[in-house]
């Protein structure tokens, strides 16, 4: 067990919805970042928290958007969805440079 | 031309075998390498973190960073049908503020 914890584990939503992914990072990291995991992409990075402040951004879509709260758990928000948003989104914390990943959200958009 | 690759495999050994999984990179400022092992419908776990060049051993795995050639190298030793899995590499410059991820090699071991 990572101590990361991701909810909900899978999300069934239809193209153009909104929805909210959660992360509650290991006791004591500062650090969250998001990730999107999809077969022909692999593993891209989405944006980075520390904090609650806003520290890197990578690929991630204007559609999208992201902040960490003052108890440090945080919060994807995925709009006007797509087919091609389908993926397993991935947050991990960290100390230093060495992630811990939660198991993910399954996101299924029809 | 990605900042890091990583041949996607896949990779089948039998028990046993000893396996080398490789990524090269070409940012010369990536000063933390990582490993993860991710299994199917889980998160990547972290195997191994180095920084910088040299060796570091745990276990079965050994990893190996040589910066002059950029070239990581994860080794497993007497590999099981556990190990099984998708080997990630990961590495970021100093702060680690943005860590890049090779794609992935699929490693079978075959009881």
């Known amino acids: 067990d990572s101590g990361v914890t991701q909810t909900p584990k899978h999300l069934i939503t239809a193209t153009g919805q909104r929805v909210t992914l959660r992360c509650s990072p290991r006791?004591?990291?500062?650090?969250v970042y998001w990730y999107q995991q999809s077969l022909d992409q692999g593993l891209q990075f989405l944006i980075q928290y520390y904090n609650g402040e806003e520290r890197a951004k990578g690929n991630i879509l204007e559609r999208f958007s992201a902040q960490q709260f003052p108890d440090l758990h945080s919060e994807l928000n995925l709009s006007s969805l797509e087919l091609g948003d389908s993926a397993l989104y991935f947050c991990a914390s960290s100390v230093d440079s060495g992630h811990h990943f939660g198991n993910g959200t399954r996101l299924t958009v029809t | 031309q990605k900042e890091v690759e990583q041949d996607p495999g896949p990779l089948s050994v039998p028990e046993g075998a000893i396996v080398s999984l490789n990524c090269t990179y070409s940012?010369?400022?990536?000063?933390?390498f990582m490993w993860y092992r991710q299994y199917s419908r889980k998160g990547p776990e972290l195997l191994m973190y180095t920084y910088s060049s040299g060796n570091k051993e745990d276990g079965r795995f050994t990893a190996q960073v040589d910066k002059s050639s950029k070239y990581i190298s994860l080794f497993i030793r007497d590999s099981q049908p556990s190990d099984s899995a998708t080997y990630l590499c990961a590495m970021s410059e100093t702060g680690g503020f943005k860590t890049i991820f090779g794609a992935g090699t699929r490693l079978f071991v075959k009881a």
């Open positions: 006791s004591g990291d500062l650090s």
């Open positions: 940012n010369s400022a990536f000063q933390y």
